[in-house]
């Protein structure tokens, strides 16, 4: 239990009963680690015992700190989640049972890595009821597959969908990312018709980020490598925008497209600040107005000496968060509704500054507003990033 949270388990508990949770849980295992990533992630096997260990005991301490919460979506990510043997994912889940009320549970989300998984563990999941897989793809390319550090190929890609299905998952997920060093626009397409083809429901769209230090970032600033040009990115996120609603996939935020009733459930969350709980190492929080992110040091983590960073959200940062969050979806943000929450906090000249900020983009054509609906058009998707700095 994080020490500076103890005081506050009594409004907490208020919070995370208000309404059903979402819970997601972090297993930072990779077989290897992609030239491109910066999550926390380790390839020492040697610590799962332990890690289990702690995750089964953080689950069990929080349901009941919490009053054994009802939960309506849960998601298992990493890391690869697909390395733990059924056994171990058996006993994640009847943890996460026995000290939350999963009773309402919607959605039930594993993540994979394609090189990671066979038919008889994928059965195996779905027997558990984990109902949902997101399947990390990337590229159809073996090339670019390749110079990401993937260990799985296009083939593995395609086999791990079509054993998804066999295995009884209907909510298949896969992503793709753009902005790979070599990348054409016709094989970004090429990969989504494929994939659609192959059963994928629903489809998150990546922009490759080099933000921080990695492998692959080390080649791009040597000159090694060379990464497209905004243009040349912009072109292929507004082709896909025309060609992923043809193959039956309609847009439901900035990268994320899905058959109709087959959007993420507990990604929605976030985007709507609802109420989740995070367990593991480097996993995020919010409940009520706290919001916390625990040790992303696995030793430290492990050994429950970590520091966690621990934030309590004023007024003001909590409104904000709703366009910053909200403006991501394409149903846009209710503006008169956040007009009315501002006056009960006294923040209405905060929105004013905003709409004079915003302005620009509307005339734009970046932004449009229908009725009480603040929303971003397709061209304003592409800039998003700037777009939501008024917020920020």
Not at 88 to 96: C, F, K, M, V, Y
Not at 117 to 132: F, K, N, P, T, Y
Not at 135 to 161: N, S
Not at 170 to 179: E, K
Request: glycine share 10%; aromatic share 6%; hydrophobic share 45%.
């Amino acid at each position: 239990m994080i020490p500076d949270l103890v005081p506050r388990l009594e409004g907490l508990g208020d919070a995370a009963r208000a309404e059903p949770l979402g819970l997601y849980l972090h297993w930072p295992f990779c077989r290897d680690r992609c030239t491109y990533c910066s999550f926390v992630t380790t390839r020492d096997a040697a610590r799962g015992p332990a890690v289990l260990a702690r995750l089964l005991a953080h689950l069990q301490a929080w349901g009941a700190a919490l009053g054994r919460p009802a939960v309506d979506t849960l998601y298992l990510g990493g890391g690869t989640p697909s390395l733990l043997e059924a056994g171990e994912l058996a006993r994640i889940t009847a943890a996460a049972a026995g000290a939350f009320d999963l009773g309402p549970l919607q959605e039930a989300t594993l993540e994979a890595n394609p090189g990671t998984v066979d038919l008889a563990w994928l059965e195996r999941a779905r027997a558990l009821g984990w109902d949902r897989l997101s399947l990390g793809v990337k590229t159809l390319d073996d090339a670019l597959l390749a110079r990401l550090g993937r260990i799985h190929d296009g083939r593995a890609a395609l086999e791990a969908l079509g054993w998804a299905r066999r295995a009884g998952f209907r909510r298949i997920s896969a992503d793709l990312m753009v902005g790979i060093p070599g990348q054409a626009l016709d094989r970004v397409l090429g990969d989504a018709r494929t994939l659609v083809a192959a059963g994928a429901e629903h489809l998150s769209i990546y922009l490759l980020d080099l933000d921080k230090a990695c492998p692959l970032r080390a080649q791009v600033d040597a000159g090694k490598l060379a990464l497209p040009g905004d243009d040349e990115v912009a072109d292929v996120f507004e082709a896909l925008q025309a060609e992923l609603p043809r193959l039956g996939l309609e847009p439901y935020e900035i990268s994320s497209y899905a058959v109709p009733g087959q959007e993420s459930r507990h990604n929605g969350r976030y985007w709507e600040r609802r109420p989740y709980l995070g367990l593991g190492p480097s996993a995020a929080s919010q409940l009520g107005d706290w919001r916390w992110t625990e040790s992303g040091v696995l030793p430290a983590w492990i050994e429950e000496r970590g520091r966690a960073e621990v934030q309590e959200l004023d007024p003001a940062q909590a409104l904000a968060e709703i366009p910053l969050l909200g403006l991501r979806r394409h149903r846009g943000v209710d503006w008169d509704d956040l007009r009315a929450r501002a006056g009960r906090h006294n923040l209405v000249p905060l929105v004013d500054a905003w709409e004079v900020q915003l302005q620009p983009f509307l005339a734009h054509g970046l932004m449009v507003r229908d009725g009480p609906v603040l929303r971003l058009t397709g061209r304003g998707m592409l800039v998003s990033n700037g777009i939501l700095q008024v917020f920020v």
